[in-house]
């Protein structure tokens, strides 16, 4: 869920993991955990900072 939701972002920077909370409606330790697994996967990746993602 939380790469498809990184993948429809059309921003060029990608998504902040605080809209991610917001979006998804869950805590920030569950989206850290998602993120740090989808990243190691190749999944997605940090774009301008450590806080904001982007799907591959």
Partial sequence: ???RVLGCS????GMH???LCQQLKLPMEKIRES???LEDEG???STI???HYKAS
Avoid: N, T
């Avoid at 059309?10 to 920077?13: A, L, P, S």
């Fill in 1 to 3: 869920m939380l790469r």
């Fill in 10 to 13: 059309g921003q060029e920077k």
């Fill in 17 to 19: 993991m605080d809209e």
């Fill in 35 to 37: 993120i740090r697994s």
């Fill in 43 to 45: 999944l997605i990746y």
């Fill in 49 to 51: 900072d450590e806080f």
